[in-house]
């Protein structure tokens, strides 16, 4: 492979993904790779670059989920063309068994941390700054453990540091992953939400089951979960409200979720006399707390 091919591949990668400082390996072998502007040290990029004949290759973000095709030229004949969808093919096995070691060490990792983990404290800082209970959350130094489900496996930890910072398990899945409060029963409600002490407050105040999906694009992906299997739960998303976010992505997913799963949808109730910069229920519960 010519170093122009591999120099317009690195373009493409750079089109995606912002500057890199190397070349890439045209090596049919996939490989990771940092994305600019993610947490240090982490290599969610990856992309496979093959060798001979029609320059080819794939690149992505597991933390983004997109992947990209890329070829040096349009295939001339059928037979470039069925070598391009090959690779395509090729790329996309490499890809998913990468995928599936790194789900299966954070899964191994998950276990190894809850196992080791005590009760989580109630005056933990964070805890204390919602103003609300652990819930069957697990400590591990001054970490709160928030446990991520999918199929009735724990494959995935939210790690709570005192301050609010929050990180996931690296490689973890997430996708399809939640946590659940309270008990889920048919014919009664079933709020899923976002965050954490979110899903605290909806259930310290109504009793009530709670789904939590830890981040706004995944409401859709644990709520198709939660229809197949609790379909006689009666669901309801409980958005946040982004108002000072360009978009209110926060609202945007929750409506699209909704639409989708064809439920009800709620959002915290403003007066009128809250800052804009509140934007959950633990907000508005919080804020009409300290000033009752």
């Known amino acids: 492979m010519s170093l122009d091919c591999v120099t317009a591949f690195r373009d493409a990668l750079q089109g ?17 790779f940092h994305v600019p502007g993610d947490r240090s040290g982490s290599r969610n990029g990856w992309y496979v670059l093959f060798p001979d004949g029609l320059a080819a290759g794939a690149f992505g973000s597991w933390k983004a989920g997109a992947v990209h095709h890329w070829s040096s030229r349009q295939p001339t004949d059928p037979q470039e063309a069925e070598q391009v969808r090959q690779r395509i093919e090729q790329a996309r096995r490499q890809r998913e ?53 999918h199929a009735a496996r724990l494959v995935n930890l939210q790690r709570i540091a005192p301050d609010g910072g929050k990180r996931f398990l690296p490689g973890g899945r997430v996708t399809g992953c939640y946590c659940a409060l309270g008990r889920i029963e048919a014919g009664r409600p079933l ?38 299997r609790y379909p006689d739960a009666v669901l309801i998303v409980a958005g946040d409200d982004d108002r000072q976010t360009e978009g209110n992505p926060g609202r945007t ?22 800052p804009l910069s509140l934007s959950d229920f633990n907000d508005l519960r ?3 707390e300290a000033n009752q």
């Open 97 to 149: 068994a990468e995928q599936r070691r790194r789900w299966a060490a954070a899964e191994s990792w998950a276990a190894r941390c809850w196992q080791g983990a005590r009760r989580a404290e109630a005056g933990h800082p964070y805890l204390v700054a919602k103003g609300v209970k652990p819930h069957g959350l697990r400590q591990r130094g001054g970490e709160l453990l928030v446990p991520l489900f």
């Open 191 to 228: 709020y899923l939400c976002e965050g954490w002490a979110t899903g605290a407050t909806l259930h310290e105040h109504s009793g009530a089951a709670v789904a939590v999906a830890l981040n706004a694009g995944n409401l859709l992906a644990v709520g198709q979960h939660l229809r197949r």
């Open 16 to 32: 995606a993904f912002g500057p890199l400082e190397w070349l890439p390996e045209p090596d049919a072998q996939l490989h990771r």
């Open 286 to 288: 919080q804020w009409r």
């Open 253 to 274: 997913k929750a409506n699209h979720a909704a639409g989708l799963l064809g439920c009800g949808v709620v959002f915290p109730p403003w007066s009128g006399k809250e």
